[in-house]
């Protein structure tokens, strides 16, 4: 299981770092009264959601298992 | 970062019209559908691998939403913005990448509105071309209430020179 861990963590990190250089970009650079404002932070609270789920799935597959198959 | 200068206040920002980005979203709305395709195919025939396609299908849909944030950025970052004494053109190329363009308003000459098909007089944008007193053009590309904003600039060029 530590070979797909390692790779699934590096995956994260580099998933979370780009996302932090988009969202620091749009920070920089968006208007201070732009009304989608909403619509970035739906985008990020989607990405959130759907790491923690990839985590919880990660850790619920039998990858022993798989790995000796 | 946008700096004013003194006594300059927005006026008018404008992002293109929302079809631009509801065409690329409706792709990324395709390729989502094709994760719960998998999913489905794999559920009736390869249940013992069901745990390992549900976690690709994760990351899947986190790749895909890397890409819908993407497309929302390159639209979301590209910006007209009309003050009582300039006119600045962000143009966000690719992901860190921007050009940025102003002109004076004093330097207007001319306003031209294109409207380029069918679906743009349906939907209501168009371009609308500003040619400035250099040898430049500026086009604003599918701008939303072209006829109006073309009312709102010609309205501030007129006040900027009284």
């Known amino acids: 299981m530590i070979v797909p861990l390692i790779v699934y963590i590096l995956f994260l990190i580099f998933y979370i770092l780009f996302i932090a250089a988009i969202f620091w970009q749009i920070q920089k650079y968006v208007l201070p009264q732009d009304k989608y404002r909403w619509v970035t932070n739906i985008f990020l609270g989607a990405i959130a959601v759907f790491i923690i789920i990839s985590a919880l799935l990660f850790f619920l597959t039998p990858w022993n298992e798989i790995i000796s198959f | 970062?946008?700096?004013?200068?003194?006594?300059?206040?927005?006026?008018?920002?404008?992002?293109?019209?929302?079809?631009?980005?509801?065409?690329?979203?409706?792709?990324?709305?395709?390729?989502?559908?094709?994760?719960?395709?998998?999913?489905?195919?794999?559920?009736?025939?390869?249940?013992?691998?069901?745990?390992?396609?549900?976690?690709?299908?994760?990351?899947?849909?986190?790749?895909?939403?890397?890409?819908?944030?993407?497309?929302?950025?390159?639209?979301?970052?590209?910006?007209?913005?009309?003050?009582?004494?300039?006119?600045?053109?962000?143009?966000?190329?690719?992901?860190?990448?921007?050009?940025?363009?102003?002109?004076?308003?004093?330097?207007?000459?001319?306003?031209?509105?294109?409207?380029?098909?069918?679906?743009?007089?349906?939907?209501k944008f168009g371009n609308i071309r500003i040619q400035t007193a250099g040898t430049q053009s500026f086009t604003i590309k599918d701008a939303p209430r072209p006829e109006q904003i073309k009312n709102i600039i010609l309205e501030c060029v007129k006040n900027n020179r009284n």
Do not use: C
């Not at chain 2, 006594?7 to 709305?29: D, N, P």
């Not at chain 2, 899947?60 to 950025?73: E, K, M, N, Q, S």
């Open chain 2, 1 to 123: 970062m946008l700096h004013l200068k003194p006594e300059e206040k927005i006026i008018l920002s404008i992002h293109r019209h929302w079809l631009v980005i509801a065409g690329k979203m409706t792709f990324i709305a395709a390729m989502l559908s094709a994760a719960a395709v998998f999913l489905t195919v794999v559920t009736g025939y390869l249940p013992t691998y069901l745990a390992l396609a549900t976690f690709f299908s994760a990351i899947y849909v986190l790749i895909i939403l890397l890409a819908a944030f993407i497309f929302w950025v390159d639209f979301y970052l590209d910006i007209w913005i009309v003050t009582n004494k300039r006119i600045i053109d962000i143009e966000q190329k690719g992901l860190f990448r921007r050009e940025i363009s102003e002109f004076e308003l004093s330097r207007i000459q001319d306003i031209t509105i294109e409207i380029p098909n069918f679906t743009a007089a349906i939907f």
